[in-house]
């Protein structure tokens, strides 16, 4: 799979791996690498710079949380905002891949 493919979607893929709750970052990474069978193997340099600017634009909040074993963590959440964002991308990627789909259904014109 090209990873060119998933420019312009990662926000959304994101977005959908925290609707299931809060993570860190690297707990992000690992979701999307597991949900995606291994596809979307990101780099903490594509994933943490989202999640920021996930965050600046109000769909992501962020805590520092002390877990009783190991290192201090930010952990990533949805707002509301960033709920609504993931329905509405939803409803778009919808749309976009049946108009697609009509372009690379074999015999269709």
Do not use: C, Q
Request: proline share 5%; hydrophobic share 45%.
């Amino acid at each position: 799979m090209n990873a060119e493919m998933l420019k312009g979607h990662l926000d959304t893929v994101i977005l959908a791996t925290l609707e299931r709750g809060a993570a860190h970052g690297y707990a992000v990474i690992e979701e999307i690498r597991r949900r995606s069978g291994g596809h979307f193997d990101l780099p903490e340099g594509t994933v943490y710079p989202a999640l920021h600017r996930l965050e600046l634009a109000g769909l992501l909040a962020s805590d520092w949380v002390d877990p009783p074993a190991g290192r201090r963590k930010r952990v990533y959440a949805l707002t509301a905002a960033g709920r609504d964002a993931l329905g509405e991308r939803r409803t778009g990627w919808a749309e976009f891949a049946r108009a697609v789909g009509a372009f690379l259904e074999p015999g269709s014109a």
